[in-house]
Structure formats: C-alpha cells, structure tokens
Antibody, heavy 121, light 109 residues
Framework: EVQLVESGGRLVQPGGSLRLSCAAS????????MSWVRQAPGKGLEWVSR????????DYADSVKGRFTISRDNSKNTLYLEMNSLRAEDTAVYYC??????????????WGQGTLVTVSS | EIVLTQSPGTLSLSPGERATLSCRAS???????LAWYQQKPGQAPRLLIY???SRATGIPDRFSGSGSGTDFTLTISRLEPEDFAVFYC??????????FGQGTKLEIK
C-alpha cells in the first residue's frame, strides 16, 4: 500500500524557517515525481511545488518562489520542503502527494494526511 | 496561468438524486489533462477522476467525468450519503502552476 506521512508542521514566527518532511512507502519512490499542495484554513487547494523523479528538476508557485525549496532523498524515501521567510499567508495544512509519472506532474494520488504550519507572532 | 472556475459554488441535493458539477478553464486544457478530487472535512483530498474521464482505482462507477477543451463535468449518477463533500478540479496540462478550481460544496438538502 502506498503511504505518505508528513511531519514538521508547527507554530513559527513571521520571518522564520521550517522544514517539512514526507516519508513515503509502498512504491519505488525515486521513480515518481512528488508535489507539495497547501490549503489555508477554510480555503481551497493551492499547488506549491513539484520535484521530478530521475533528474530532480523542480518547479514552484510564484507565491513561494525564492523562499521555499523542494528536495528529495531517494535513499531515505523522503520528500522535503524547506520554508524560509515565512509569512502569515503561508499558514496552511501542507500535503505531499505522489504523481503518476517520473517527469510530468500528472494528477495527485495519493495524498498524505497533511501537516499544519501556522505563521504567527 | 490557467484559471479554473467551478460552478455552482454550493449544490444542495438529496440522496438518490443526480449531481452535475462544472469546471471551466480560462484556456484550453491540453490533452484533457484534468482531474477531480473529493475532500471531506478533516481529510486529505481523494482522487476521483484523471485525464478528464478515467476513474481512479476503487472509485464507484456512479462517478463519471467528461469534457474537453475548456469545459469539464463531474457527474454523480445517484448520490449516496457518503458522497457529500467538497469537490475540486485540477489541471496538469500546461506549464506550472498546476491550478485547482475554487471548489464546489455538495451538501445534503
């Protein structure tokens, strides 16, 4: 069974940093692209970033470009999201999700249970 | 960036009725690369439909997707009590960002 388990979310002050992790199991992690998607409280879904399998190429939403960095450690079957210069509007549940292909993003299935990041003083 | 607009915002129906949810794109979605997700309160989204009309593994056949270009539809043929939730469409046919619609809430009438 494919499983994704996020961790690392917590309360952080504006301007602070945080690293989220997503532990993957049940599939050949290195062969698939992965994404982070977030959901602000009571709001809709927003794609944040993706990393391909294979060459590890990355893309970012404009709202996080230059502040967030996605990475993966295929030896540990783990996806990361390094978040810097955090703002109140970054407050959200962050989900990791698996793509069906190595390079192109495709749809997202499955999703992890999410981890809550709260940016507040 | 492709903007997806879902309608209606809220749909009130009774179990047993048919639900029709719409997703309209601001420009053509390449190769019908559009997915639908269901999200219940406190849960992660669940994939229902990919490539506009293909059902994901384990999804009941009362869920169906259709459309191409800029107009897409999710149909639930006969609503079950567990179907009431928020539904999102998402496109992955163009360069990033891989945008979502704002959601349609399907509530019990």
């Amino acid at each position: 069974e494919v499983q994704l388990v996020e961790s690392g979310g917590r309360l952080v002050q504006p301007g602070g940093s945080l690293r989220l992790s997503c532990a993957a199991s049940g599939f050949s992690f290195s062969s698939y692209g992965m994404s982070w998607v977030r959901q602000a409280p009571g709001k809709g879904l927003e794609w944040v970033s993706r990393i391909s399998g294979g060459d590890g190429s990355t893309d970012y939403a404009d709202s996080v470009k230059g502040r967030f960095t996605i990475s993966r450690d295929n030896s540990k079957n783990t996806l990361y999201l390094e978040m810097n210069s955090l703002r109140a509007e970054d407050t959200a549940v962050y989900y990791c999700a698996k793509s069906p292909k190595t390079y192109s993003p495709g749809w997202f299935d499955p999703w992890g249970q999410g981890t809550l990041v709260t940016v507040s003083s | 960036e492709i903007v997806l607009t879902q309608s209606p915002g809220t749909l009130s129906l009774s179990p047993g009725e048919r639900a029709t949810l719409s997703c309209r794109a601001s420009q053509s979605v390449r190769s019908s690369y559009l997915a639908w997700y269901q999200q219940k309160p406190g849960q992660a989204p669940r994939l229902l439909i990919y490539d506009a009309s293909s059902r994901a593994t384990g999804i009941p056949d009362r869920f169906s997707g259709s459309g191409s270009g800029t107009d897409f539809t999710l149909t639930i043929s006969r609503l079950e009590p567990e179907d009431f939730a928020v539904f999102y469409c998402q496109q992955y046919g163009s360069s990033p960002p891989y945008t979502f619609g704002q959601g349609t809430k399907l509530e019990i009438k």
